[in-house]
């Protein structure tokens, strides 16, 4: 067969964009007219990616076909104040982290209750690649192929029962591995949550891996959660515990700036940060800004969550 996909074929070569087809946009038409199976649709590819391989990664829905961001700037340029305030720190000071062994207390509003291993929080759902734009609070954006679960699936296994209204995550405390946890930069451990609908839309992701291999330390191994309609913030990386809980959970960066940072943390260009703008955002290595979309582009999945709210009160 004569048919190849251009292979890492990377933007800055494109000459002539009107030319250039995406690998994805390739393999998915190759794939419609029933060319390759669908399963090779699954996983993206960098050349600088490292890391160990993730096997039977299928591809997911809702994905982007915007370029990617470059591998070395999804794990090299992140937001772990456990590792450190600057954005290279995490990529310098993560080395030393051990996600392997771990286990993820359930506990709160559910039937089945319990410390679960890693693997066995994954095992038993198909692994899918998604991918998705990430918009940090701070207006700089990326486009991720990230490796994961769906969030509802894992939840539900765990049984939530009525009274179930929100789900906390907390991340592990670990000083003597995650040095920023030494220095009173944030309340220990890192907290998020959301409420029970935004946890259970096909959207909200539970991730284990970036670029088909399993996530690297600053990236939140092994475990971290994406949910790309809200900021960056709310994406909890190195999970230790999940709480189904009836009462709407503290969350760190509110705790740390209520008037800057609420709960609901959807993207929003028409609320700005008290601060700054958030009309606008630059992609990670473009040059200039482009317009910030309402909840992130992700608005016909999820708008209807949030009928009837005031979303410049319940920012
Ligand atoms: N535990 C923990 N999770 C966290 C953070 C953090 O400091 N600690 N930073 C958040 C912020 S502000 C962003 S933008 C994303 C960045 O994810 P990435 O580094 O994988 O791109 O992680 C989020 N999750
Ligand atoms: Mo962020």
Request: charged share 25%; hydrophobic share 35%.
């Amino acid at each position: 067969m004569l048919i190849k996909p251009p292979a890492d074929i990377r933007p800055s070569e494109i000459t002539d964009q009107n030319l250039f087809l995406s690998r994805r946009k390739w393999i998915a038409a190759v794939a419609a007219a029933g060319l390759v199976p669908r399963l090779a649709l699954g996983v993206s590819s960098d050349p600088d990616a490292t890391g160990a391989r993730l096997a039977d990664v299928t591809d997911g829905p809702f994905s982007s076909d915007e370029d990617l961001t470059p591998f070395k700037d999804v794990t090299g340029y992140n937001n772990f104040y456990e590792f450190g305030t600057g954005k290279r720190d995490p990529a310098r000071y993560s080395g030393k982290f051990k996600p392997r062994p771990w286990s993820v207390k359930i506990s709160g509003e559910c039937e089945k209750p319990g410390n679960y291993a890693f693997e066995d929080i994954v095992k038993s759902h198909a692994l899918e690649e998604r991918i998705y734009r990430l918009r940090c609070v701070e207006a700089w954006s990326m486009v991720v192929p990230w490796v994961g679960v769906p969030l509802a699936a894992v939840l539900k296994r765990f049984k939530p029962t009525s009274r179930a209204k929100y789900v906390a995550f907390r991340t592990i405390f670990r000083p003597a591995e995650m040095p920023g946890q030494n220095t009173r930069t944030l309340d220990w451990p890192y907290v998020e949550g959301l409420r029970i609908d935004e946890a259970m839309n096909p959207l909200a992701m539970l991730v284990v891996g970036v670029y088909g291999r399993e996530l690297p330390n600053q990236n939140g191994a092994p475990l971290r959660l994406i949910v790309p309609w809200k900021y960056g913030f709310k994406n909890i990386k190195s999970i230790v515990s999940i709480r189904f809980s009836e009462k709407q959970p503290p969350t760190t960066w509110n705790k740390y700036a209520p008037r800057e940072y609420g709960f609901y943390a959807n993207v929003n260009p028409e609320v700005d940060h008290p601060r700054w703008s958030q009309r606008r955002e630059r992609r990670i290595g473009d040059l200039f800004k482009r317009p910030t979309l309402k909840f992130n582009g992700y608005g016909e999945q999820v708008a209807s969550l949030y009928s009837g709210l005031d979303l410049s009160k319940n920012f």
